[in-house]
């Protein structure tokens, strides 16, 4: 609870108050992501990053493959997925914390994280 307080107190702050989108946003993906380690309070760099599609009309609910790449010194994983590519359907963002936590030398309590969105 003393780092939610702690993190909510840094947001909060002043500084953050004219604060203009994230020049990844306005390139125009569509689908974007910022990770952040809260244990050092930093954006996490180096994280690997797997994007999935499953398309709506698809029976075998079958994940296809999209992107692969490293998140930068932001926290970040610039043009994720072109506008033109960003259809309708179920999308799901691998990290994998493992790997991650393993080049820092913490140990990690989950191998990887999935989050999805349609």
């Known amino acids: 609870m003393e780092r939610i307080a702690l993190l909510s107190s840094h947001l909060q702050h002043k500084k953050f108050q004219h604060v203009l989108p ?3 946003m306005s390139k125009g993906s569509p689908l974007t992501t910022h990770v952040l380690d809260t244990a050092t ?6 994280l690997a990053i797997h994007l999935y599609r ?5 029976s075998s609910e079958e994940w296809h493959h ?3 790449g490293y ?7 610039p043009n994720l997925i072109d506008t033109e590519k960003f259809i309708p359907a179920v999308y799901k963002m ?3 914390t493992a790997a991650y936590f393993k080049q820092s030398s913490t140990e990690g309590f989950y191998p990887y994280v999935e989050v999805g969105t349609t």
């Open 22 to 24: 994230h020049p990844a």
């Open 41 to 46: 309070g930093r954006p996490a760099t180096s």
């Open 54 to 58: 499953r398309d709506s009309n698809d």
């Open 66 to 68: 999209l992107k692969f």
């Open 71 to 77: 998140t930068n010194t932001d926290g970040r994983v």
């Open 94 to 96: 691998h990290f994998d």
